[in-house]
């Protein structure tokens, strides 16, 4: 006589940031003997005989460098997180993003001002200020590759000006975008240790 699947079990997971994350995530739930329905940037929805063994499966995450959220104001904040991660990488796709707090309340379906409320009081800055690092992180990446200039990387991520693009630089890193060429390689950050 066959047991009864249990319920699909979705597990909250720090540290994701990039394509090659989701597939070493599916690896070590695969190697736990879970059966995996779905992997994103964020989350895994995991189905298994028994109740997931949070405590084994952390272990093995933190081997790769993930961690296990627990409670739901963290799940939360490193929902949006990842989402911010996901803007900045779809605004580089279209001429046009959508305006960041439309974006957030639709994906995560509640009100602005409630997950900026929830964002400030765990991370100590706003999603704008974490927003911002994160733009700032990927225009190092973008000089790092020496392919395009300052001005086409503004355009790439809907700056406004390359004026608007330096100063930002400046305010965020402490130093104009020609010093960092000059010092770049020791100044970068994973995506994933993003800090005011």
Not at 26 to 44: K, N, Y
Not at 46 to 73: C, H, M, S, W
């Amino acid at each position: 006589m066959n047991t009864p699947a249990s319920e699909p079990t979705t597990l909250h997971i720090k540290n994701m940031v990039c394509p090659r994350c989701v597939m070493v995530v599916r690896q070590t739930l695969e190697e736990l003997g879970f059966e995996v329905l779905e992997v994103e940037l964020g989350q895994a929805v995991v189905q298994a005989g028994e109740p997931v063994p949070l405590d084994r499966t952390e272990e093995k995450l933190r081997e790769y460098g993930f961690e296990l959220i627990r409670g739901r104001n963290r799940q939360l904040v490193e929902q949006i997180k990842t989402l911010l991660i996901r803007y900045v990488q779809e605004s580089e796709q279209s001429e046009e993003s959508p305006k960041l707090s439309e974006y957030l309340a639709g994906e995560l379906h509640q009100n602005y001002s409630s997950l900026s409320s929830a964002f400030s009081e765990s991370q100590d800055t706003t999603i704008e200020k974490y927003l911002i690092h994160l733009k700032i992180e990927r225009v190092k990446e973008l000089l790092s590759y020496g392919e395009m200039t300052l001005s086409e990387i503004a355009y790439r991520l809907n700056y406004s000006s390359v004026a608007y693009l330096s100063n930002q630089f400046k305010q965020v890193t402490g130093m104009s975008v020609t010093d960092y060429k000059k010092a770049r390689d020791s100044f970068r950050k994973h995506l994933d240790g993003i800090e005011e």
